[in-house]
């Protein structure tokens, strides 16, 4: 497990380090402005995705690891099958959806009319990236981590390339949809290749309505949570201006990025978890669940502090002297990572045990928190600062929720967590 927990962190940091490198460029390309019309385009893209895929992310992985243990062709192919129809159906028709009211979504986002155009951009980018989750959550479930880290530094390669090979926001965000497809198609064939010799085996609708069981509902808490990374950018937008969106969503973006340092974590879990929970090694699942709180709890806030002292250089050095104004919005956000990290590590462990949607239930009550601070900034006519700050009163709320919820379905203590 150490190898494969090696193997997607190298993978994972790899997409943090592409990341970064897109954000750099992009700000010394599109200048202020134009950076903030692009991090609020991708930042709705990360707010759609959770919405097209259903849920099934999770869920494809789940039933993959299950079936895959089984040796059962037939049953890991009906899931695998059922999941791709479900999800690329239900897309194609929310995005059609989508683009019969571009101007009322470009209005939401960006906070101006004129940015209508974008929302046919934004639904194939959005698709792209729904196509390549469904194979992430093959090799997944399978366990094949090694495919699945070349897969992710692949897709974190595409917007990089794209920002390179293109000179205006629109040509950036079609060449990203464009080569997250292309990887999705090279990473393809061994999933038909799985699907085909037992296609005539297939038991679609036991298996579609298991699946939509199991991801329906996770849905609303999906959505939630991309709200809670989404609604700080598209509030600032509509309250204090693009550019100033622009500095809100980068910090929530790092936050993501760091809390996606310890998605290989949460990765490894789901299947490891779900073994030893049906096999009843509740004391293993223990063990390795303190080491994991402890060691994320260390990086995350010791990265947080770096940030924390370096966002001026970051800033200035990195995107340029114009995105020094920033700075305090950074430093306020990046204090959102170390809750969200955990949040990541462990929400893998806690789908493991429990069939129903619990962790959603927590984002609820976080998003609510951060609702509630977001109209306490709005009608008070308080500082942009209140945007972040609201921002990481719901990410210590669902830190809270999810270490309360894991500690008590395996039998944990912090005391004991503490000692490990």
Not at 365 to 389: E, N, Q, W
Request: glycine letters at 10%; charged letters at 10%.
């Amino acid at each position: 497990m150490k190898r494969d927990i090696i193997i997607t962190f190298i993978g994972y940091a790899l997409s943090f380090l592409f990341g970064i490198m897109v954000y750099r460029l992009a700000a010394g390309m599109l200048g202020p402005e134009g950076f903030g019309v692009y991090t609020l385009a991708r930042r709705a893209e990360s707010f759609m995705e959770p919405v097209l895929i259903m849920g099934l992310g999770v869920g494809i992985a789940r039933y993959t690891a299950i079936y895959s243990a089984k040796n059962d062709g037939p049953g890991l192919v009906s899931y695998l099958a059922a999941g791709y129809v479900i999800v690329i159906v239900f897309s194609l028709l929310v995005l059609a959806i989508a683009n019969i009211m571009p101007g009322i979504l470009g209005r939401a986002i960006f906070g101006k009319p004129g940015y209508g155009g974008y929302i046919r951009i934004i639904s194939v980018l959005g698709e792209s990236y729904t196509v390549i989750s469904l194979v992430y959550s093959f090799y997944r479930g399978q366990s094949r981590f090694k495919s699945a880290s070349v897969i992710s530094v692949c897709t974190a390669a595409a917007p990089l390339i794209a920002v390179l090979a293109a000179g205006s926001v629109k040509a950036m965000l079609e060449l990203t949809a464009a080569g997250v497809f292309m990887v999705a198609a090279v990473f393809s064939p061994p999933v038909f290749m799985t699907i085909l010799p037992h296609l005539k085996k297939v038991r679609l609708t036991s298996s579609a309505k298991d699946l939509l069981r199991f991801g329906l509902a996770r849905i609303p808490g999906d959505i939630s949570m991309a709200g809670m990374l989404a609604l700080p950018a598209f509030l600032t937008s509509n309250l204090f201006g693009i550019r100033q969106a622009g500095y809100v969503a980068f910090g929530v973006s790092i936050v993501n990025m760091i809390g996606g340092m310890f998605q290989p974590v949460g990765l490894i879990m789901l299947p490891k978890m779900s073994s030893m929970v049906s096999e009843g090694r509740q004391n293993e699942a223990r063990v390795i669940l303190g080491r994991i709180i402890k060691y994320t709890a260390l990086l995350s806030v010791g990265m947080t502090i770096i940030l924390f002292i370096s966002a001026k250089y970051l800033l200035h050095y990195w995107l340029g002297p114009q995105f020094d104004e920033a700075t305090g919005i950074l430093r306020i956000a990046v204090l959102a990572a170390a809750p969200y990290a955990l949040f990541v590590a462990l929400r893998s462990s806690i789908d493991a045990a429990h069939v129903k949607a619990v962790n959603a239930g927590n984002v609820y009550k976080a998003l609510f928190v951060s609702a509630a601070a977001y109209f306490v900034v709005k009608t008070g006519r308080l500082a942009i600062t209140g945007i972040p700050v609201s921002f990481i009163l719901g990410m210590l709320i669902l830190c809270f929720l999810t270490l309360r919820v894991l500690l008590s379905t395996y039998g944990l203590t912090f005391k004991w967590s503490l000692k490990r």
